[in-house]
């Protein structure tokens, strides 16, 4: 199936969607490795550019990983996740930090 952006999914194509790497686990991605039993909430104001473009990315990051659907907020974990075990990222947004100060 050719979505809105001329790419073909992952089901059409009949190849497996592609997994997250051995180290972003599922329990990165939740709170199951917390010692909370309720989730803290973040919140994020973007701007309406970003916030388009971030929901673009989701529907189409749904139909590339043959899912039905991708929210910001599992975005935004899957980010927080990475940052907080990559230290390659981490120091790459420290610098994009000072920059925006």
């Known amino acids: 199936m050719i979505n809105s952006t001329g790419h073909t999914s992952a089901r059409a194509r009949g190849t497996q969607p592609q997994h997250r790497s051995p180290d972003l686990t ?54 927080v996740a990475r940052l907080l075990m990559d230290e390659s990222l981490a120091r790459r947004i420290r610098d994009d930090l000072s920059m925006d100060l």
């Open 26 to 79: 599922a329990k990165h991605l939740h709170w199951a490795d917390s010692d909370r039993t309720k989730p803290v909430r973040r919140s994020v104001d973007l701007s309406p550019m970003y916030h388009r473009k971030l929901t673009q990315w989701c529907a189409e990051t749904a139909d590339v990983i043959g899912t039905a659907r991708v929210t910001g907020q599992d975005v935004i974990r899957a980010l």
